[in-house]
């Protein structure tokens, strides 16, 4: 069974960092994407940025230039470093892992961007 745990989310001030790490544990392929979707209230959940494991990445035109996504392979764990935060990024972030066909969430992390 795979499980995934996310970490690094907060309250910050517009302006501020803040980076997310997901950490993937169990039966783990090597090849696989790991990614970073957002979901706002009363917003349909959204892609953020992702990661294969042979190193292509991919970005939301809305985070493009701010975050940036990286993975530890060795670690399955996926980071994502967000710089420049706007109150437009407050969202429940969550990590998605997809492997042998099948499609993992993680429980999600708040992010808060105060003006």
């Known amino acids: 069974q795979v499980h995934l745990v996310e970490s690094g989310g907060g309250l910050v001030q517009a302006g501020e960092s803040l980076r997310l790490s997901c950490a993937a544990s169990?039966?783990?392929?090597?090849?696989?994407?790991m990614g970073w979707y957002r979901q706002a209230p009363g917003k349909q959940r959204e892609l953020v940025a992702t990661a294969t494991s042979g190193g292509s990445t991919n970005y939301a035109d809305s985070v493009k230039g701010r975050f940036t996504i990286s993975r530890d392979n060795a670690k399955n764990t996926v980071y994502l470093q967000m710089n420049s935060l706007k109150p437009e990024d407050t969202a429940v972030y969550y990590c998605?892992?997809?492997?042998?066909?099948?499609?993992?969430w993680g429980p999600g992390t708040q992010v808060t961007v105060s003006s």
């Open positions: 169990g039966s783990i392929s090597r090849n696989n994407a």
């Open positions: 998605k892992l997809v492997q042998l066909g099948r499609t993992l």
